[in-house]
Nanobody
């Protein structure tokens, strides 16, 4: 599975962005998809994930009620709508795919990774 993330950019605090991750290759709809982020000098951390059928979603506490993940299995694309962005949301955002459970939050449990897209939130 190949993953191509896009949609990052510079936004003021309180603003919104929508990230997209297009999946291609062998049966991308057969994978659970997730978003992770890595701030400069920090570790890669779980943000959100969605089940294969799009029915089940999971969020880190830090983004719950602000971010929404969704999956379009026709377009093989997963989206991350980010609202009310905060300075601490600044990071490179990565999409990832796993053969395992969509509830998994550890980066090591994901099998495929996109190239990352930078989100910068300014004051």
């Amino acid at each position: 599975v190949q993953l191509q993330a896009s949609g990052g950019g510079l936004v003021q605090a309180g603003g919104s962005l929508r990230l997209s991750c297009a999946a291609s290759g062998h049966t991308p709809s057969g994978f659970a998809l997730g978003w992770f982020r890595q701030a400069q000098g920090g570790e890669r951390k779980f943000v959100s994930s969605v089940s294969r059928d799009g029915r089940f979603t999971y969020y880190a506490d830090s983004v719950k009620d602000r971010f929404t993940i969704s999956k379009d299995n026709v377009k093989n694309t997963v989206y991350l709508q980010m609202n009310n962005l905060k300075l601490e949301d600044t990071a490179v955002y990565y999409c990832a795919a796993t053969n395992g459970l969509s509830s998994m939050r550890e980066p090591d449990m994901y099998d495929f990774w996109g190239q990352g897209t930078l989100v910068t939130v300014s004051s």
